[in-house]
């Protein structure tokens, strides 16, 4: 039987976690990007905070702290490990900290 399976992985601290300098080194490395554009993307996430005004009344900061990994699973492959290692791998190349607490896990059966 067919199956999705998709993991609701929250960080923790996601935006702290962020290290401008390190993403400036990988954006230099991996695509073809302007210098200067490399320093304006480090300058603008250096010391910056995000909020928005509604009602005349700001929100506290705002960060993304999720994501969102996806496996389509046949019925001769119901193992998305490979995707979860890989996952897991990029959270680390990244410096970000899975939150056990709020990541969960729904598998979707496809039934003929």
Known sequence: MASAR????FFSSAFNSLKPHNLAGKLLTSFSLEHQ???????FLT????????????SDLLFTDNDTVLSLLSEHTQD?????TDFIQWCHNSCLDLNSSKTKEMVIQFSQ
């Open 6 to 9: 998709l993991l609701f992985a």
């Open 37 to 43: 554009f490399i320093l304006w993307i480090t300058d």
């Open 47 to 58: 010391h910056r905070s995000q909020r928005i005004l509604v009602n005349g009344h700001f």
């Open 80 to 84: 998305h490990s490979p995707a979860l």
